[in-house]
């Protein structure tokens, strides 16, 4: 992205947290179409989720302009949506239980060996061939995933029992995917309106957009989502919470470590590999301790982790701090989202019923995109307004990764509220 931003100047600067954005509201809107396709079956969201993504591919990979990539990135997010409603799906009606921790834990360990070596390779070949060589050169893989995976998502049926209720999810996807479209659109008019700055764009867009915006999520996420009502509304409001504190920061690593420390692109992607791998460490972690300790409070210490990891980071924006120390340093944020992302999808799976599988896992992913989308945009929004004070990004990283900090902090006070509730009720009364 470095590189993106200068190639095509100051609609590089400007957009740059957008092309993160972009992808994150395209996710939430395809996460949200797949939870009520999913009744049909696994194969054709996921294979159609996987074509998306590639056409995003090739229009980045050709993109002229920055508005054109960040337009590409959102065909891609509607792609990437499709892809963690079916895993959730799938593990629950493949999986007991008892199993779905360790799944969890594969799910980490296949994003590991990509996480490691993509990060340096991007770097490598962003450095020696062009940016582009990095959205192009993803192509072959797209069928390399496709082949393999696809005879396996035909043969996950739905049990029995859910038939009834997966059909009714499916027939209000006309209503949920119109809901989906309000709060991507929402937090769009929400980023472009904090981006420029201007206090008219404030009042005009920022209000109404939040508005639009919140008016749908309360239709697709279960009912006291965002007042944190104890059980599963908690747990799908802390994991937006989690994914906008961490990827506020992690969207400007490559950025503070290129822009402001002087290092290559490869250099800056050791640190991405790093936390990639600690993410991992931490999900085998709690897949190994769960049934030892309560899964809230693995929740809370791995976001106070991460809450650490985050404000020691921040220090690698003064030059006189070495840049190595961005290596461990957002390598303990990554440990803390390893120890605290999969309960949470564990306990939205625990209390949900089979037939409620998809909507929920659907509510969960949906937060997810949502908050990365949102925390990505607000530190963009936040460093442009830096940039346009100072002349340069520095102030602005530091006050965005401050926001993060808070952020994720509110998560971990929050944590207390996923204790065993009521088996069920929550996943019920989903809409």
């Not at 931003?5 to 992808?23: C, I, Q, S, V």
């Amino acid at each position: 992205m470095p590189d993106v931003a200068a190639e095509f100047g100051e609609a590089g600067t400007n957009l740059y947290g957008w092309a993160f954005t972009a992808f994150f509201l395209g996710t939430l809107i395809g996460i949200v179409a797949v939870g009520g396709l999913v009744a049909r079956g696994l194969a054709a969201p996921y294979l159609g989720g996987l074509g998306l993504f590639a056409i995003g591919l090739l229009i980045g990979g050709l993109a002229p302009s920055m508005e054109v990539l960040v337009l590409a990135r959102f065909i891609q997010g509607l792609g990437a949506g499709a892809i963690p409603p079916v895993a959730y799906v799938a593990i629950a009606r493949s999986m007991p239980e008892e199993l779905r921790p360790r799944m969890f834990a594969w799910l980490s360990t296949a994003w590991a060996l990509p996480g490691v070596m993509g990060p340096a390779i991007a770097g490598i070949v962003g450095d020696t061939i062009g940016w582009r060589a990095v959205f192009l050169g993803l192509l072959p893989l797209v069928v390399v995933a496709a082949v393999p995976t696809t005879p396996a998502r035909r043969a996950v049926a739905p049990p029995a029992e859910a038939v009834d209720a997966e059909a009714k999810a499916a027939a209000s996807l006309r209503r949920r995917l119109p809901m989906a479209v309000l709060v991507a659109a929402g937090t769009a008019l929400f980023t472009a309106a904090i981006t420029t700055g201007e206090p008219l764009a404030l009042v005009g867009l920022a209000l109404p957009g939040l508005a639009i915006g919140v008016f749908a999520l309360r239709r697709l996420t279960p009912p006291g989502t965002l007042r944190a009502a104890p059980g599963m509304p908690t747990a799908v409001l802390i994991r937006g919470l989690a994914t906008f504190g961490f990827f506020a920061v992690d969207a400007y690593v490559s950025r503070v470590l290129v822009d402001l420390r002087g290092l290559t692109l490869a250099q800056a992607g050791i640190a991405l590999t790093a936390t990639t791998i600690t993410w991992t460490v931490g999900s085998w972690i709690q897949a190994h301790w769960n049934a030892r300790w309560p899964l809230y409070r693995f929740v809370r210490s791995g976001l106070l982790i991460v809450a650490a990891g985050i404000a020691t980071f921040a220090l690698v924006v003064s030059p006189a701090v070495p840049a190595w120390i961005a290596v461990p340093t957002f390598a303990l944020a990554g440990l803390g989202m390893g120890l605290s992302y999969s309960p949470l999808g564990l306990i939205v799976l625990r209390e949900a019923t089979p037939g409620e599988q998809g909507s929920a896992s659907s509510a969960l992913s949906l937060t997810d995109a949502l908050g990365t989308a949102l925390g990505t945009g607000v530190s963009g929004a936040i460093v442009a307004a830096g940039i346009r004070a100072t002349g340069s990004p520095a102030q602005g990283l530091a006050v965005a990764f401050g926001v993060g900090f808070a952020v994720v902090l509110l998560g971990a006070a929050l944590a207390g509220r996923l204790q065993p509730a009521s088996h069920g009720g929550s996943a019920r009364a989903l809409r």
